[in-house]
């Protein structure tokens, strides 16, 4: 079992900055790949990012060069610095992460871009 908590989402004027962190513990052989997902109110889950061990990363088309995905393997963690911000970055991000072939995923914390 792998459990997930997720810390920095809050309010932020638009061109702001927000680094996001999710640690996963439990008992945990191997995490691979580990992600952020948002969703904005009255819209699917996307996939914002995803990093897979060794560092190759995906991004979605609305986030490059703004946001950029990290992992500490050594603790874990996986993190989502988000530049740049826009008023549609609103949404509830949630970190997930896959485990031996099954999903996880975080109680998800609030991003909200002000004007």
């Known amino acids: 079992q792998v459990q997930l908590v997720e810390s920095g989402g809050g309010l932020v004027q638009a061109g702001g900055s927000l680094r996001l962190s999710c640690a996963a513990s439990?008992?945990?052989?191997?995490?691979?790949?580990m992600a952020w997902y948002r969703q904005a109110p009255g819209k699917q889950r996307e996939l914002v990012a995803r990093?897979?061990?060794?560092?190759?990363?995906t991004y979605a088309d609305s986030v490059k060069g703004r946001f950029t995905i990290s992992r500490d393997s050594a603790k874990n963690t996986v993190y989502l610095q988000m530049n740049s911000l826009k008023l549609e970055d609103t949404a509830v991000y949630f970190c997930?992460?896959?485990?031996?072939?099954?999903?996880?995923w975080g109680q998800g914390t609030q991003v909200t871009v002000s004007s």
């Open positions: 997930y992460v896959d485990h031996l072939g099954r999903s996880y």
């Open positions: 439990g008992s945990i052989f191997s995490i691979d790949p």
């Open positions: 990093i897979i061990s060794g560092g190759r990363t």
